[in-house]
Each structure stands twice: as structure tokens, then as C-alpha cells.
């Protein structure tokens, strides 16, 4: 277990404008951060950007004492670094099972892969049960719950997930969540990134507010649950900056 250190990250897609503008983030080991803002603060572009899916324009990502800038999405994950996007990315024509060993591709020992599924297995009953169905076939929640365990296979270190409870019915949610606690109680350090902010705090240690690319504001989750900007702002009420910025 260790340390992720994110140091005045700049950002962005192709030729486009920054999206993280000089973003500063540390994530304690064993602990779990929920990230909120509005919509195209650089939430997910800044997971993409630790999980090696996209290279900061500046900055450095350091895990564990090590730099990570430079390093393939794979090289990533071989170091613990686990990312479950938000569209799942299931193979929908392969079964639960194989989706599952495609998670542990990089380990190059198949009986140890098949252990891992095991215990996922006995983790998951439901995943057991639905192991031969194609993974298309699977409701939405199911769907999510394959992803992460998944990336389980790998018995990573750190995760980040990238709206688990995106498009999910409110039972479902809970169901998502309630893995998420088991995460959590297992040691894992957890990068959440949750537009139901609410829920997402309720499950955290760290609350952290993007604004407009930069780290607006960082409090343990349960002050940042009940803080009156935060509630006015990101749990339902009007919209406004956190904090004014020279966007120019």
C-alpha cells in the first residue's frame, strides 16, 4: 500500500483546452476520496490521467514513490492501479467468466486466475450464478458489479471508479455501494468519482470538490457532506463557482 501524489497536473484532450488546470491531490493509502463537481470539472479526465489513459500536458503522478508519467495504461496496472470506467466495458459477447479472466491477462499464471475467480465467486454469489451468461445479457447493476470484480482479479491496490452508480435504479445503487463498503473494509484505497454526490460522500473518508480543472475543496467526507456550499452548490440546489477563477 502507498501513496498516490498528484503535483500540479495540466491536462486535456488532443488540441483542445485544458481541462485540469494545475490540479494538487494526495491520497492517503487505505482510504477512500469521493471526487464531486459539476459536470466538465475534469473528474473523470483526472482518473484517466492517473490510470496512464491520457498524458498530463504538466505535472507529475507519483504512486508509491514512483513516477507514473510516461507509463503505458498496462505498466499502470501491473503497479496496483486499477480503473473501472463508467461505461463498464464489458465483452458482451463473452460470458461472465471470461469477461472475468480478461481481468487477469497480465498475470500470465492461469491457475492463479481461476483462484482469484473463485473467491470472487464466493464473494459474489450472483456473479457465480450468471457465470456462463454472455455478459450482454446481464442487468445494469450486474453489469457494474462484473466490471468490478473484474479488476478485482487483479487484487489491486488502489482503484478508482468512474460513476458505478451511473444509470442504476435506487435498489441497485445500494447494491453497488454496499461492494463499495466491502472494498473499503478489505484495506483498498478508493478513488470514487460520483455525480450522486450524496452517496458517494456517505461512503467516503475525503471529500474533493473540482471546480473549473483545480482541487476547489478538500474536507473529510462527512464535512463536506454537511457543509452549506457544498449542499447549496453539488446536493441539488443552484449552480455558481466555488471560487472565482481568471479563466482567460
Do not use: W
Not at 507519483?62 to 499502470?76: F, M, T
Not at 470538490?209 to 457543509?227: K, Q
Amino acid at each position: 500500500m502507498g501513496t498516490l501524489v498528484i503535483e500540479n497536473i495540466v491536462a486535456g484532450y488532443g488540441s483542445g483546452p485544458n481541462i485540469l488546470r494545475g490540479l494538487s491531490l494526495t491520497v492517503e493509502a487505505g482510504k477512500t476520496y469521493c471526487i464531486i463537481g459539476p459536470n466538465g470539472a475534469g473528474k473523470s479526465t483526472l482518473i484517466k490521467v492517473i490510470a496512464g489513459m491520457l498524458k498530463p500536458r504538466e505535472g507529475r503522478i507519483i504512486y508509491k514513490g514512483e513516477l507514473l508519467n510516461g507509463l503505458r495504461a498496462d505498466q499502470v496496472l501491473q503497479r496496483g492501479v486499477c480503473y473501472v470506467p463508467s461505461d463498464r466495458s464489458l465483452f458482451p459477447d463473452m460470458t461472465v467468466k471470461e469477461n472475468l479472466r480478461m481481468g487477469g491477462y497480465i498475470l500470465r499464471n492461469s491457475r492463479l486466475v481461476e483462484k482469484r475467480i473463485e473467491e470472487i465467486f464466493a464473494q459474489f454469489p450472483i456473479l457465480k450464478e450468471k457465470s456462463s451468461q454472455m455478459a450482454k445479457n446481464l442487468s445494469g447493476g450486474q453489469q457494474q458489479l462484473a466490471s468490478i470484480a473484474r479488476a478485482m482479479v487483479l487484487k489491486p491496490e488502489l482503484i478508482m471508479l468512474d460513476e458505478p452508480s451511473l444509470g442504476l435504479a435506487p435498489k441497485v445503487v445500494q447494491q453497488i455501494f454496499g461492494t463499495i463498503a466491502t472494498l473499503r473494509d478489505q484495506g483498498l484505497t478508493i478513488v470514487l468519482v460520483e455525480q450522486n454526490a450524496r452517496k458517494g460522500l456517505e461512503n467516503a473518508d475525503q471529500g474533493v470538490v473540482l471546480d473549473l480543472g483545480t482541487n476547489s475543496f478538500e474536507r473529510p467526507a462527512v464535512e463536506v457532506l454537511h457543509d452549506p456550499r457544498i449542499q447549496e452548490l453539488y446536493l441539488g440546489k443552484r449552480r455558481q463557482p466555488l471560487q472565482t477563477e481568471n479563466t482567460q
